[in-house]
Structures are given as structure tokens and as C-alpha cells.
């Protein structure tokens, strides 16, 4: 079991999986989301390749309205 | 008459920028831009809601990126890490857009800028290739500073975000646009249509907006109301006004042929 921390919350993930599955896991797949781990950028073209592990910590964004 | 507006190469028409946020609805969002004829349009970036229904609209279908140039900002930032992390974000968003809004606030209660930490995290930006239009107090020793570190555009407050308060200080705007040599826009503070038209007047190069437009009764009208005001003064600058007379008037209708003349 691996531990996550995603945009301030714990999650926990019953095996590793890539940034991808994650994306998947989530609901989130097609949806224009940016992500950083562990305060690094984790382009679009790596997601698949990016295995998380545990205790990393992301953050997951969208734009939205403001000003 | 050509009157070019450009912000780090590329050319604009409209010389109103405005935001996306405190609108009722995306519909309306779309709307009020639309009539503002506004063709760069600010987006803050935020955390996705885990769990949300996925096929919810976002506001990217009512704004689609391919019709409208984004300013992602740097809203809500009180350190220049924290405003550095969100653009590096908003360009891994945006597909490696580079044109971005930075703000670092100094005060929950006023917004006013954190000169320090923006002056840090510019410099920052700039040296990794981020096109920085950027929010900043109306002190033009800053503004100087921040030219100097290669943003593209300055933008003084006009007053305090939000508050609608209009154009306070006008002689230090005139300042700032005088000694720059990049766009100078007013941002923030700009309440209805004729502070829009003062700060065109006094030589800015655009006016950035959102609480003005989408906090009117009628957003859709104030945003038209805003496109003509910005137009207005941007002519009027251009003009020339005629030069202020103090204490003594000059009739503008002939002084001879009155009737009963001798």
C-alpha cells in the first residue's frame, strides 16, 4: 500500500501506480490538469512513466475563473 | 489610423484585458467578454476538486484558449515561491504558454502587493523565459526595478483591487508611464467607465479589469460600457486634449456679425 498526498489531502492507493493511473483512478482523464510532485513539474509526455511512490506529495490544478 | 498595442510581440486590438472570476455563471462570464471585446483574459489557477463530477464544464469550454489569449495569475500568492510554483503550473497547464500575471500580496485585508517577494519572483520568471506582465504598487522606483528585470508590462494598482475606489493617484501612473519603455496598464481599481477612460488619458496602454464588469447590475452592459470607455480614451490621448485655462473662458462662437451690430 502506498500513501499520497494530493492537493493537501492523504490518500492511500492499495499498489503503486504511475501518474497516469493516478489520473485515471481519479476521474480526471481528458481533463486539462497540471501536476507537480514534490515541488517539480511532471510534464504531460512523462505521466505515463512516472511512477509515484510512497509519501509523494502533489499537487493537481485547473484553471478557473478569476482576475 | 494605426494604433498598435503589443505585449511581448504580439499585437492586440483591444486594449482592455479583463478577468474571469465573480461572474453568475460560465454564460455569463462568456458574455460580458464577449461584449468587452477583450482579447487577453485573466484565469487564476486552483486545485482540482477530487471527487467532482469529472464531466462538469470547465471554464476552458466557455473560453475555449484557441479563440482568446490567457493571463494566468498568480491570485492569492503571498511569497514569490508560492507565485513561482503556480506559473510554472499554469505554463504545464496551458501547454507551455509563457505570456502570465504576477502578483505576490503583502495583506489579506487590502491585497495591496508585497513589493519584495514580486520583485524576487520576477526575477525569477523572466530568467526562465516567462513573458511577466505584472501587478505591482504605483511607486515608479519598482516599477523601474521591475522593468530593469525584463517584465513586459508594469501595472500599477489604481486603487486597491476590488474596491472600485478608481484612479487615486494619477500623478504617480503619469510617472511610471513616462520612464517606461514597455506597456504600462492600469490593474485594479478601475470602478466604472469613465476611470477607465481617465487612465487611458493619461497615456496607459490598457486597463486590466474584473470586479468593475462583473460586479455592475448588468455585467454584459458595463463590459460594452468598458470597451468604448477604453477606445475613448485611448483617441482622446491621442488627440491631444486642449490645454486647461484657468480663470478666463473663450467663446467658440464667432464675435462678430451679431445682430443688432453697428
Redesign the interface.
Known sequence: MIQLS????AKAFAAPLTVSELIQV????G??????RN?E?V??STHAATQLVDGDVL????????? | MSDVFQIAGKTYNSRLL??????KD?DE?RRAIDASGAEIV???????N??QN?NEP???DYLPPSEFT?L??T?GCYSADDAI??L???????DDHKLVKLEVLGDPNTLYPNVRETLKAAEVLVKEGFDVMVYTSDDPIVARELEQIGCCAIMPLASL??SGMGILNPWNLRLIIEQSKVPVLVDAGVGTASDATVGMELGCDGVL???AI?AAKDPVRMAYAMKLAVEAGREAFLAGRMPKKLYSADPSSPLFGMISSK
Open positions: 494530493i492537493n493537501g489531502e481519479l476521474e480526471l482523464t481533463k486539462r490538469v497540471a501536476i507537480e515541488g513539474i510534464p504531460r499537487e493537481m490544478v485547473v484553471a478557473v475563473g478569476g482576475g | 479583463v478577468g474571469t472570476g465573480k461572474y460560465f462570464t485573466t484565469v487564476a489557477i486552483r486545485r482540482v477530487i471527487g469529472a470547465s471554464l476552458l490567457y494566468p495569475n491570485a510554483r503556480t510554472r503550473l499554469a505554463r504545464e497547464l496551458l483591487i476590488g479589469m474584473n470586479t462583473a
